[in-house]
């Protein structure tokens, strides 16, 4: 499916463009946002790659990796949002959501709206049964998020990340088909 476009009514997922370079440094490129990913701040360069290689993965067929732009109204880009479908047997029966929202867009409601619009495209578009998503134990704020989008708190993945500090745990979040549907 190519190109995605959704939306809610106070944000959008698009499709990439070279031209969200600048906006997605001041995501990737900021300290506060990045604590608890897997990567240090990102530099413009890296920005660059990134967002070269979500625009190959677009093309894909079958497209597996849908990184989206994340946009107010207006066009201003406010979030990298992720959902990557699960390669194995049966075909399509799980993704992976992953989110960033800029610092300073937190605590108005954004990030659970990026997570709804993910868990819409997942069901909805691309048929997935099982949406789930990691984080790090720390991160409380990705907690509320995804536990107020219905996404169940399923247990700890021991190891699962190697940041600079070393291994890291992650907490996997998780919402099944039915479970949407009834909360839709």
Same mark, same amino acid.
Request: hydrophobic share 45%; proline share 5%.
């Given at each position: ?14 499709? #990439?463009?070279?031209?969200? &370079?600048? %906006?997605? =440094? ?7 946002? &990045?604590?608890?990913?897997? #990567? ?5 360069? @890296? ?20 990184? =989206?732009? +994340?946009? $107010?109204?207006?066009?201003?880009? &406010?979030? #990298? ?10 075909? @399509?029966?799980?993704? @992976?959501?992953?989110?960033? $929202?800029?610092?300073?867009? *937190? ?6 709206? &990026?997570?709804? $619009?993910?868990?819409? $495209? ?18 409380? %704020?990705? +907690?509320?998020?995804? /536990?107020? %989008? ?13 940041? +600079?500090?070393? *291994? ?11 479970? *949407?549907?009834?909360? /839709?």
């Amino acid at each position: 499916m190519y190109p995605v476009t959704i939306s809610s009514p106070r944000l959008g997922l698009r499709e #990439f463009t070279p031209d969200d &370079v600048d %906006a997605m =440094l001041a995501i990737y490129g900021d300290p506060r946002v &990045v604590e608890h990913m897997s #990567f240090e701040p990102r530099t413009r360069e @890296q920005v660059e790659t990134t967002i070269a290689g979500v625009a190959a993965a677009a093309q894909a067929k079958p497209r597996t990796d849908y990184s =989206l732009a +994340a946009v $107010l109204p207006g066009g201003e880009l &406010v979030a #990298f949002a992720r959902i990557a479908v699960d390669v194995g047997h049966p075909a @399509q029966s799980s993704a @992976q959501i992953g989110f960033a $929202l800029r610092a300073d867009r *937190w605590r108005r409601g954004l990030g659970i709206e &990026v997570v709804r $619009l993910l868990l819409q $495209l997942g069901f909805e578009e691309l048929g997935v049964y099982r949406i789930w998503g990691a984080r790090s134990p720390a991160n409380e %704020a990705s +907690a509320r998020v995804m /536990a107020k %989008a219905g996404m169940v708190e399923e247990g700890v993945m021991r190891g699962h990340i190697k940041v +600079a500090a070393g *291994w890291r745990d992650s907490v996997v979040h998780s919402i099944l088909a039915p479970e *949407w549907e009834q909360g /839709a």
